[in-house]
C-alpha cells in the first residue's frame, strides 16, 4: 500500500522558516520524482517543486525560487521542503505527490502570520 506522510506544518511569522517532510513507503521510492503541492484556501492546488529521482535535478515555482529547497534521503524514503523567509502568501496547506502511484499525502497546514 503506498502511502504519503507529511509533517513540519504550523505558524510562523513573516520572514521566519519552516521544514517539511514527507515519508514514502509502500514502493521503491529511490525509483521515482516526488512534487510538493500547495492549495490555498479559496484556490486551485499548485505545484511548488519538484526532484527527479537519481541523478537529482529540481524544478521551483516562480514564486519560490530563492527562498524554497526541496531534497531527498532515499535510505530514509524521505522528501523534504525547506522554506525560508516565508511570506503570507505562502500560507496554504502543502501535499507531497507521487504521480506515477498516483499517491498524495493527506497535507499539513503553513500559516504565516503576524
Known amino acids: 500500500q503506498v502511502q504519503l506522510v507529511e509533517s513540519g506544518g504550523g505558524l510562523v511569522q513573516p520572514g521566519g522558516f519552516l521544514r517539511l517532510s514527507c515519508a514514502a513507503s509502500?514502493?521503491?521510492?529511490?525509483?521515482?520524482?516526488m512534487h510538493w503541492y500547495r492549495q490555498a484556501p479559496g484556490k486551485e492546488r499548485e505545484l511548488v517543486a519538484i526532484?527527479?529521482?537519481?541523478?537529482?535535478?529540481?524544478y521551483y515555482q516562480d514564486s519560490v525560487k530563492g527562498r524554497f529547497t526541496i531534497s531527498r534521503d532515499n535510505a530514509k524514503n524521505m522528501t523534504y521542503l525547506q522554506m525560508n523567509n516565508l511570506k503570507p502568501e505562502d500560507t496554504a496547506i502543502y501535499y507531497c505527490h507521487q504521480p506515477t502511484m498516483g499517491a498524495w499525502g493527506q497535507g499539513t497546514q503553513v500559516t504565516v502570520s503576524s
Open positions: 526532484i527527479s529521482n537519481i541523478p537529482t535535478s529540481t
Open positions: 509502500g514502493y521503491n521510492f529511490r525509483v521515482y520524482a
